[in-house]
């Protein structure tokens, strides 16, 4: 987060998004991405496996509600906009699409890749392991959104920072189940995509909505968003199947020495 902050106003000084919007920020979270990779490698986590297409599209169908939110949340955006017009211009649709996949990439590297598989290590493959893996994987995802206090209001970061731990909970049960980290990645760019789309197709007459001006909308969506991910997470959880124990076998040598094996 710290590095992070210091790349953008980096980036933000020598004024990298001229012309093209998010440029910045995409720089940035590629970058991050590529230091994450780097320790994951580091820690014997990286395997060419996680970006195959092996179990890619069972993840996509285990995380299909990430998708259905991203259209609730689209169909919001186009309601409450419906008089505003839409300017639909290259550059900052290209902008939009790179940077919600440039967030994917970052995140789940470092959220699924790094943090929950190394926990994965500390906790074990046993069911209460994957439990508490989820469980406080999430919790430092969830955690890691109150960066956004720099610039929104305390109660709507904190409300994203409660879905941010249930969005953890959905997207790492399934990245448990298929150890396939591409397919979360585009379920999480691809629901980032909804929104900075759509604030690019507006082009200044966006409305958004909030807690202050739509009660009734943010409530519902965000409970609607928290509860899904909640319930779907943990029933995905459910299926995943840990792996046998330890096994200690005690094997004697040619000189009579006993030798512990762990299979």
Partial sequence: MIIGIVLNTIFSAINLSQGLPYVTESVTEIILAIMSLFIMKQLGLFSKDLFGKHNLSLGLKLGSFVILTGVVQLIIFLTLNVNNPMTFTLA?????IVYSFAVGVYEE????????QN???VFGHSKRGVYKTLILA???FG???LINLTHAPLLNTLIQVVYAMT???ILGAVFLRTNNLLSVILLHGVFDLFTYLTNTVYAGHFVSYNLVQYPGIYIGYNLFLIIGNLVIGLLIARKIKPLKED????VKSSENQVIDLKV
């Fill in 109 to 116: 590297i470092f959220m699924r890749g790094l943090i929950l």
């Fill in 247 to 250: 096994i200690s076998l005690d």
């Fill in 138 to 140: 999430s919790l430092f």
């Fill in 143 to 145: 955690l890691a959104h």
């Fill in 167 to 169: 969005a953890g909970i």
């Fill in 92 to 96: 900052p649709i290209i902008g939009a």
């Fill in 119 to 121: 926990l994965m290590t």
